[in-house]
């Protein structure tokens, strides 16, 4: 995965903080290592998860930029940042992580 952009990933986080709580995790073969997490609800569907982030995001863009500005590579950047999650069952809940996103502490602070 190449290096992401930093105001990019924050405007990542802010999306997914509207309507989950992010957090760290250590999934399976990552050796403690602590990387963005949130939790899918079971009555949630996991693509549905997805499409909203990506709509929001998309929202949040459109509202940043005018029509001339808009540069469609932006969305392209916050799909791949889905490229390598995985996903973990926590019985009845689902906890989708993002390996190659290091956490950072301030992403639990309120906005």
Same mark, same amino acid.
């Given at each position: 995965?190449?290096?992401?952009?930093?105001?990019?990933?924050?405007?990542?986080?802010?999306?997914?903080?509207?309507?989950?709580?992010?957090?760290?995790?250590? /999934?399976? /073969?990552?050796?403690?290592?602590? =990387?963005?997490?949130?939790?899918?609800?079971?009555?949630?569907?996991?693509?549905? =998860? &997805?499409?909203?982030?990506?709509?929001?995001? *998309?929202?949040?863009?459109?509202?940043?930029?005018?029509?001339?500005?808009?540069?469609?590579?932006?969305?392209?950047? &916050?799909?791949?940042?889905?490229?390598?999650?995985?996903?973990?069952?926590? /019985?009845?809940?689902?906890? *989708?992580?993002?390996?190659?996103?290091?956490?950072?502490?301030?992403?639990?602070?309120?906005?």
């Amino acid at each position: 995965m190449k290096k992401i952009d930093k105001d990019l990933l924050e405007d990542f986080i802010y999306i997914i903080k509207q309507d989950h709580d992010v957090y760290s995790y250590s /999934g399976r /073969g990552m050796f403690n290592k602590k =990387c963005l997490a949130f939790t899918i609800s079971r009555e949630d569907s996991k693509a549905e =998860c &997805i499409a909203d982030i990506m709509a929001n995001f *998309m929202g949040s863009l459109a509202r940043k930029i005018d029509a001339e500005n808009f540069n469609p590579d932006s969305l392209i950047d &916050i799909a791949n940042l889905f490229h390598g999650t995985k996903m973990d069952s926590m /019985g009845m809940d689902t906890v *989708m992580y993002f390996p190659a996103i290091e956490w950072q502490d301030q992403w639990n602070e309120e906005d």
